[in-house]
């Protein structure tokens, strides 16, 4: 038996094991960035069982883990699917051959943009954020952020991100693996 054939049986395994065992998820397949849970990206409701440690399901998820195991039918999947359900928002981060589904919790929604660079020469406006120092200052937090990778969007150092809370970002570093961005990103003072 060859690895393509092993691994579509162990999807059709982890189907027949959510329908037992999972709750009903939403499913969507986003055509982009923009809207990735917009009613036209729906398709068919499917069960999934999540796991945080590992498949075995033995222990319960921690603080500040934003990533889970899936037990759901793979060969519905792609990567960068959303599911919606009692777990809450997670996007496919993987579907690695002969391995588990790996799923990443969305707890914001979030917008990018890319602040339009000045021309000219001379006296230009200050962009940057600043920092007094002062023994008192309340340190900047700064966040890890998972993105799915979309075709044609690039993201960079500088760019903005804006959460569903009004919360601004600075992304400080812009690394896209194979399981998508992965982004470190300063608070930025408002």
């Known amino acids: ?5 092993l691994n579509s049986r ?6 027949k094991a959510a329908k037992y065992i999972g709750t009903t998820y939403q499913h969507y397949r986003p055509n982009g960035p923009n809207s990735p849970l917009a009613a036209g990206n729906r398709l068919a409701d499917m069960p999934v069982s999540l796991n945080a440690e590992d498949p075995r399901f033995a222990r319960p998820n921690v603080y500040g883990k934003a990533t889970w195991y899936a037990v759901a039918d793979g060969a519905q999947l792609q990567v960068g699917d959303y599911i919606v359900g009692v777990e809450g928002t997670l996007f496919v981060a993987a579907l690695q051959q002969l391995l588990p589904i790996f799923m990443v919790d969305c707890n914001r ?20 954020g600043t920092d007094v120092g002062l023994p008192g200052d309340v340190k900047t937090p700064w966040w890890i952020v998972l993105l799915p990778q979309w075709a044609g969007v690039t993201l960079r150092t500088s760019d903005i991100i804006t959460d569903d809370l009004g919360r601004r970002y600075v992304i400080s570093s812009a690394e896209l693996t194979d399981l998508g961005w992965r982004l470190t990103a300063m608070q930025a003072q408002t």
Not at 1 to 5: A, F
Not at 10 to 15: L, M, Q
Request: net charge neutral; aromatic share 10%; proline share 3%.
């Open 10 to 15: 162990v999807w059709a395994g982890y189907a």
């Open 1 to 5: 038996m060859d690895g393509t054939t």
């Open 109 to 128: 929604t979030v917008s990018l943009l890319r602040p339009a660079q000045q021309s000219g020469v001379g006296a230009q406006g200050y962009g940057g």
